[in-house]
């Protein structure tokens, strides 16, 4: 008998079934073509109309409008982070950055390279449980950054920082397209794909093309924008089957009722699983509770001698991937788009038996 499991990852992560049930298809037989996806050459039509659709899709999905471009590039969330500042931060300029955890800090890293950063936000005092409110931008800088979700302490943007008055720049990498956003506002989006989107190998960036060509500096041709933009995501050799497993997830998303719906699916699964948490006082949320994620919930048992118990019991019943990031401890349960409402009814139920039993 199939053992079931439940994945909450926190990325590369679950995705639908459907997903990979077409990806490995196309793996031994894509469209009746009698090839594999992985053997077909990028500048085929075969492989243009996967491309065209993914971007068409991402465009859709996120009502974007005619200034903002889709491009599905390489390198994970980690190249935007040096390929941002690199193509709108002069040298002698500053950009603002917002400091809310481990993944805000390696952009903020990068972008030292390029120019100066302002941090104009942090939340290092409530050790990143919190998420910097009332932050105020100098109107030179040439640009705000954040992190939407910092998957690793758990806390997200609930009020977006839509009038900042400089180009907004957003790392999604953790909750992009899982709940409604106004996508136009922002003139930068990246994401690398492995949690919300599809596999790892690809990354998603959504730019407004109006603010590019800005800095003086030569940008090498894969790393700009401009070049990825004229060139259609076809600079080089796409990572072709990771494009196409994202295609695949976006098609799924549609076909859920898009962002908007997904959205009410994400609600109930987070609500569920906070309310429990919250009943629960051998549990407890390490996050503020106005800027709790509701893709990473992360939490600590009250006594921390029975974390071993508790996480070998997750292991026993199925329950993958609950332990926390190194830096932080306890447990963490991604909820990402795919993963089902019958997996955190499953948590839920397990965390409640496990407080029954220790009475
Ligand atoms: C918020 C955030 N940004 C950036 C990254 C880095 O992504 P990649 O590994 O694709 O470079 C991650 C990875 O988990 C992330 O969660």
């Known amino acids: 008998m199939e053992r079931v499991v439940h994945n909450f990852n926190s990325g590369p992560s679950v995705l639908p079934k459907e997903v990979f049930e077409e990806a490995s298809r196309a793996i031994l037989d894509f469209n009746n073509t009698g090839l594999s996806i992985l053997e077909i050459g990028h500048r085929t ?114 009020v977006l920082p839509y009038d900042c008055g400089v180009p907004l ?11 409604v956003l106004d996508f136009n506002k922002f003139d930068i989006i990246y994401a690398g794909a492995q949690k919300n989107m599809g596999a790892a190998g690809v990354n998603i960036v959504v730019v407004n093309k109006n603010i590019l060509g800005k800095v003086k500096r030569t940008i090498p041709t894969i790393l700009d924008y401009r070049n990825h933009i004229k060139e259609h995501s076809m600079l080089n050799t796409p990572p072709v089957f990771a494009v196409y497993v994202a295609m695949l997830t976006l098609r799924w998303l549609k076909n859920k009722g898009g962002v908007a719906a997904i959205e009410k699916i994400n609600n109930k699964k987070t609500d569920l699983f906070y309310n429990t948490l919250e009943s629960l006082p051998l549990f407890t949320g390490t996050v503020a509770k106005e800027d709790r994620s509701k893709m990473n919930a992360v939490f600590v048992l009250k006594d921390p001698a029975l974390e071993k118990e508790f996480g070998e019991l997750c292991k026993s019943e199925g329950m993958i991937g609950v332990k926390g990031h190194r830096s932080v401890g306890g447990f963490r349960v991604s909820m990402y788009n795919a993963l089902t409402l019958e997996s955190v009814i499953a948590i839920t139920d397990l965390m409640k038996e496990f407080a029954k039993r220790k009475g």
């Open 169 to 179: 720049v957003a790392d999604m990498s953790s909750d992009i397209l899982s709940r």
């Open 45 to 158: 039509s075969l492989f243009e109309s996967v491309m065209n659709e993914a971007i068409e899709l991402t465009k859709e999905l996120m009502h974007l409008d005619a200034d903002h471009e889709v491009l599905f590039l390489h390198g994970g969330a980690t190249t935007q982070f040096m390929q941002v500042p690199m193509n709108l931060l002069n040298e002698n300029e500053v950009a603002a950055y917002t400091e809310t955890g481990t993944w805000a800090n390696k952009a903020i890293k990068e972008a030292k390279i390029f120019g100066h950063v302002e941090v104009v936000g942090s939340a290092k005092d409530t050790n990143y449980t919190t998420i910097p409110k009332d932050i105020s931008v100098t109107p030179t800088a040439a640009y705000l950054h954040i992190t939407t979700n910092e998957t690793i302490a758990g806390t997200q943007w609930h």
